[in-house]
T-cell receptor, first 115, second 112 residues
């Protein structure tokens, strides 16, 4: 069985600062995918970034990067130069087989950016 | 862009009613999923489907059933709604590759 743990229920960060959202995972699979989603107050789930378990480089997408440490089973999301629009719930998720199967989600972190 | 459309953003029903939540995707995706989201619990998988007329139970299938008669449509059915099924329901779809699931806007369902 897969398990995702997000230990930060809420975070407050000053605008323009960088922020790291923690995510650890547990799985016995050799091949898996790790995802981060953003959920604004409006409710939709927005895909941010993906990391495959065999990817040697950390994934980056604009201001988002995924700090993947396989031995430690962690997949932290780093947001550089935070903006007010980054205020939202953030969910870490994983799946088997690089992502074409069902997702297991963490409980989420509510990020609030302070002007 | 992939579009996943859920039939209602908000829905209020009474205990014991049969409730249908509809989801349609327009990208010919093989896989479709139903999750429910509750505060402090994240998203939990109810049912999923890899093909037409095919379904598999997720982590919390009790009290729910699903139907997939056409590739683009995946319905979630609450046979006899109960108050503990008050929740946010999210539908998602994906194809068979290392690409993310795409989500609908969600349905906030209240059972009175």
């Amino acid at each position: 069985a897969q398990k995702i743990t997000q230990t930060q229920p809420g975070m407050f960060v000053q605008e323009k600062e960088a922020v790291t959202l923690d995510c650890t995972y547990d799985t016995s699979d050799q091949s898996y995918g790790l995802f981060w989603y953003k959920q604004p107050s409006s409710g939709e789930m927005i895909f941010l970034i993906y990391q495959g378990s065999y990817d040697e480089q950390n994934a980056t997408e604009g201001r988002y990067s995924l700090n993947f440490q396989k031995a430690r089973k962690s997949a932290n999301l780093v947001i550089s130069a935070s903006q007010l629009g980054d205020s939202a719930m953030y969910f870490c998720a994983m799946s088997s087989n690089f992502g074409n199967e069902k997702l297991t989600f963490g409980t989420g972190t509510r990020l609030t950016i302070i002007p | 862009d992939v579009k996943v459309t859920q039939s209602s953003r908000y829905l209020v029903k009474r205990t014991g009613e049969k409730v249908f939540l509809e989801c349609v995707q327009d990208m010919d995706h093989e896989n479709m999923f139903w999750y429910r989201q509750d505060p402090g619990l994240g998203l939990r998988l109810i049912y999923f489907s890899y093909d037409v007329k095919m379904k598999e139970k997720g982590d919390i299938p009790e009290g729910y059933s699903v139907s997939r008669e056409k590739k683009e449509r995946f319905s979630l059915i609450l046979e006899s709604a109960s108050t503990n099924q008050t929740s946010m329901y999210l539908c998602a779809s994906s194809d068979n590759s290392a690409k993310p699931q795409h989500f609908g806007d969600g349905t906030r369902l209240s059972i009175l």
